[in-house]
DNA sequence: CACTCGTGGAT
DNA sequence: TATCCAAGAGT
């Protein structure tokens, strides 16, 4: 028993809670307002602070109220989503936002939550908590990180789960639960950190056990991960006279699913053979784009060439320059892009290349 | 349960 | 440069 009072956390949390684009201040008895509470969490999953700010910004601009989301067009909604990774995110959202249009506005409950698209445990007990007020027991990684510090526990991640929610749920409060999960996520951001964790400032320093033992900053443990392999593709960026590229959308499943990009072959771990989306005179761009993936890191050769746009192949379209933003690509292929363009600018230098 | 699924900043 | 890591969900 550590005596961990969630009281303390929220003296701390009035005080040094950070000023978020989609957080209501503490104590003035504001309610947040659940579609933007909703975005905020779907944004966050797995992604920093900093990262979500501009994106959180611009949607809440571009689509004021879950009834705008839902109306939006999914190619325009998945472009205002590129760059910001896990592109699943962006198809649920638009599920998710037709889904709750249609009956009228957003459950209130963690169970009713839970059958919507894209919102899981994390996301059903935040919503829950953060837009209705109601003690739901929040567990991220946040709070996993803090548990396993405040009682000191060393099994490792992922199989401590159980035992770290059992430890968040016996502090979690009825009163303000709302502010509560702001406030351990919070803490975990600013002060009970992955590494070099600020004890001496910490509003828990009395009863956190790790600190006592002196095992704080090796804390959660967790199972190592397997070593990322190394995938080979080549991409063929094309360019008609009039200056149209030529571009795919990706298929709705798998990797980049639904989002533009350049043809080319599938990345595997063998050498690619030449794949070229139509005959043109095709010429190595000279780089490749190194790209890092969650599981595998990517070498990605590229070709470019000018082409015919008499003979666009199925499953291909042309975009016309007017309507071509790098920016409503995902990275890999907006670094593709800015590598093909580089080699289209200085023409005839292969044969000095290598 | 183990794996897929992005990205950029910190170290 | 390489690794870790961040408010996880879906299969």
């Not at 209501?24 to 900093?50: F, H, K, N």
């Not at 590129?82 to 709750?100: E, F, I, Q, W």
């Not at 567990?139 to 991640?157: C, K, Q, S, Y």
């Not at 053979?273 to 005959?279: D, M, V």
């Amino acid at each position: 028993m550590s005596g961990a009072r969630a009281e303390d956390l929220l003296e701390w949390y009035d005080v040094h809670a950070r000023v978020l684009p989609w957080r209501v201040p503490p104590g003035a008895g504001l309610r947040a307002d659940p579609y933007r509470v909703w975005l905020s969490e779907v944004m966050l999953q797995q992604t920093t602070v900093a990262a979500v700010k501009d994106y959180f910004t611009r949607f809440t601009t571009l689509w004021p109220t879950v009834d705008d989301l839902a109306a939006a067009e999914d190619e325009r909604v998945m472009a205002e989503w590129a760059g910001l990774g896990y592109y699943a995110r962006a198809r649920n959202l638009l599920k998710c936002a037709r889904a709750v249009a249609a009956a009228g506005g957003f459950p209130d409950t963690e169970a009713g939550l839970m059958e919507l698209p894209g919102i899981g445990p994390y996301t059903a007990a935040a919503i829950s908590a953060i837009a209705f007020n109601r003690p739901s027991v929040v567990m991220d990684g946040n709070v996993e990180r803090v548990m396993a510090r405040l009682f000191d526990i060393h099994t490792p991640l992922p199989g401590a789960k159980p035992e770290l929610k059992a430890k968040a749920a016996a502090l979690t409060p009825a009163m303000r639960p709302g502010d509560y999960a702001q406030a351990v996520m919070d803490l975990g951001a600013t002060i009970c950190t992955p590494r070099s964790p600020a004890c001496g400032i910490c509003p828990w320093r009395a009863p956190c056990l790790a600190r006592a033992h002196g095992t704080a900053a090796g804390l959660p443990a967790k199972t190592p991960k397997k070593a990322k392999p190394v995938r080979f593709g080549i991409a063929y960026v094309g360019r008609t006279p009039s200056g149209e590229w030529l571009m795919e959308r990706r298929p709705e499943q798998g990797l980049l699913g639904g989002m533009m990009g350049w043809p080319g072959t599938v990345w595997a771990e063998e050498a690619p053979a030449e794949a070229p989306p139509l005959s043109a005179d095709w010429r190595d761009a000279g780089a490749e784009a190194r790209h890092t993936f969650t599981h595998f890191h990517l070498r990605l050769f590229l070709r470019v060439a000018e082409i015919d746009p008499g003979r666009v192949p199925e499953g291909l379209r042309l975009v016309p320059a007017s309507d071509f933003r790098p920016s409503d690509l995902p990275t890999v292929m907006r670094k593709a892009f800015d590598l093909a363009r580089g080699a289209m600018e200085t023409p005839g230098q292969r044969k000095d290349d290598t």
